[in-house]
């Protein structure tokens, strides 16, 4: 069998400050670099990402295969139109040149809007079959929070969806796409398609498969694949909320034998996830809360407090700078705590100057596109400097080499913040380690992160807290000033749904005030920050 492999991974906050232009795919952030050919087997080797499965079933299967780029970028506002013509472009140059396949695996994110395009991965796959041709299977591996279009799904002969938040599945996802490909070029069987969409939005820290309701929800996906009725792909996207198009939000889109099968699975998680809306509400605290809940709890135990500083979550477009965590922390005094990553480069270059010992002052994060927030002025000492090279060993990222550009610790207090050059989700405790932070010792680590962190912090924390303080990406979906969404959807579990006030948000009164639009002044007034 012969199989071209490409990659082209984003997830669009529409809202979010800062866009993805080539230099974002280049670097990766958090990601593999920009990889081509050869290239990309070496980096991806052993690492936590669908390519590294499909390209583990490709050497099982003996296929020959044709890799022509992977190219990831962390989370942000849209794709530049150029980023995302120059790439998809070369996918499909590279397809042309490959000659005859006998199948096509896409490694994708599911939730990239550009420029000029809201549907980034629907495009993708229409231009990947106007080079393939209508006789060519496609199968993609896709993030749980991909924004799915119908027209996407039936563009491809086959999606996939990872099963885990925190992604700890992301390879074995890729591998389960790229079986399901062997299957469909060796027996020649296109799969019927069942699409469904699901009626509400949930903040991305309530869905974690960690704990109930998500957990059962993902693990029935299982079941439907082997109760023998001929369903060959269950998937169940949650969505990716803070995004500003049509398709933004839940669906289940399922692959079987017959039309039938396909639609029965489809009903059915629909239906599972539609009953557990009321689970999926979650609880949250205002920083100086969280804080004070925190010392207190990690009082009582001698494992850390674990804060997610979800609103700065750089996995879903925070510019992890932001400082309200760190104003709480230093306000309350706090003992043995630590926070991270704060990206700063130019403190991060000062730190350097001072060298490991010296105090001096600095003007640590802050971001101006962040309403509510500002750098803070502070003596700190620097008591680690790091060039920010680190192989994060934990689950989530599995083994990916990251480079945060320099790096230090710098200590204010009883408070130590990581300070970086460069982005990435604090998701690994090696990235606590790399300047000298023993996470296993502090009381309280606060991780802008909103559930990637739990992989390899869950295992050592006495307790999880969620966190609100001015970032990019509320918590709740409610706050985000959203004009295109699809009437009638509700923007979080038993909240109001798209275009029907606050005031009137019990649910499912969704007739009448369908498709009006929030005013921006209206967004203000309701959202946690203004
Ligand atoms: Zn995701």
Redesign the pocket.
């Known amino acids: 069998m012969r199989v071209a492999l490409a990659g082209f991974l984003h997830?669009t906050n529409t809202f979010a400050p800062v866009p993805a232009g080539m230099e974002a795919f280049e670097v990766g952030g958090g990601y593999i670099p920009l990889s081509r050919g050869a290239e990309i087997e070496l980096r991806a080797e052993g690492v936590n990402l669908g390519i590294a499965g499909a390209l583990g079933v490709a050497r099982q299967r003996g296929w020959q295969t044709v890799p022509i780029l992977w190219a990831g970028a962390i989370p942000s506002a849209k794709v530049k139109e150029d980023a995302f013509e120059t790439i998809a472009e070369e996918i499909t140059a590279g397809l042309r040149a490959a000659g005859p396949l006998d199948g096509v695996f896409l490694d994708l994110?599911g939730a990239m809007v550009a420029d000029h395009v809201d549907d980034g991965e629907a495009e993708i796959a229409r231009r990947v079959r106007d080079v393939v041709g209508p006789n060519v299977p496609i199968v993609a591996a896709l993030?749980?929070?991909g924004n799915i279009s119908e027209t996407f799904a039936r563009t491809v002969d086959g999606l996939v969806g990872?099963r885990t938040?925190p992604?700890v599945d992301m390879a074995e996802t890729g591998a389960r796409a790229a079986t399901l490909l062997h299957e469909i070029m060796t027996d020649g069987r296109r799969p019927a398609c069942a699409f469904r969409r699901i009626d509400y939005l949930v903040p991305i820290p309530f869905q974690t498969t960690d704990t109930a309701p998500a957990d059962a929800l993902y693990a029935d996906l299982a079941a439907v694949e082997a109760d023998g009725a001929g369903v060959r792909a269950a998937s169940l996207f949650m969505g990716?909320p803070a995004a500003d198009i049509p398709d933004c939000g839940p669906v289940t889109v399922v692959y079987a034998d017959t039309q039938a099968a396909a639609d029965g699975a489809a009903h059915a998680i629909a239906s599972a996830y539609a009953a557990a809306e009321e689970q999926f509400a979650g609880q949250s605290y205002e920083a100086d809360d969280a804080i004070a809940e925190a010392a207190a709890r990690a009082a009582q135990v001698k494992r850390p407090v674990v804060i997610a500083d979800t609103q700065d979550n750089p996995?879903a477009g925070g510019v992890s700078a932001t400082t309200g965590l760190l104003r709480a922390l230093v306000a309350a005094g706090a003992e043995r705590a630590a926070i991270g990553l704060i990206v700063d480069p130019e403190t991060a270059r000062a730190a350097h100057e001072a060298g490991t010992g010296a105090s001096a002052h600095f003007r640590i994060g802050g971001h101006p596109s962040v309403a509510g927030d500002a750098p803070l002025e502070t003596e700190a000492k620097v008591e680690c400097l790091s060039d920010g090279k680190l192989r994060a060993t934990g689950p989530y990222y599995g083994g990916t080499a990251l480079d945060l550009g320099p790096s230090a610790c710098l200590r204010i207090g009883g408070v130590r913040v990581v300070v970086t050059s460069r982005i990435a989700q604090m998701a690994d405790r090696e990235m606590f380690r790399f300047v000298g932070i023993v996470p296993e010792d502090q009381a309280i680590l606060v991780v802008k992160s909103s559930t990637h962190f739990r992989a390899d912090f869950a295992p050592i924390s006495a307790d999880i807290l969620v966190a609100v303080s001015p970032g990019p990406m509320p918590l709740d979906p409610g706050d985000l000033p959203f004009t295109r969404l699809r009437p009638g959807l509700r923007l979080s579990p038993n909240g109001p749904a798209f275009g029907e006030s606050r005031a009137s948000s019990a649910r499912p009164d969704t007739g009448d005030a369908a498709g009006v639009q929030y005013r921006q002044e209206d967004v203000i007034q309701q959202g946690r920050h203004p």
């Open positions: 997830e994110h993030d749980l929070h990872f938040y992604h990716f996995g």
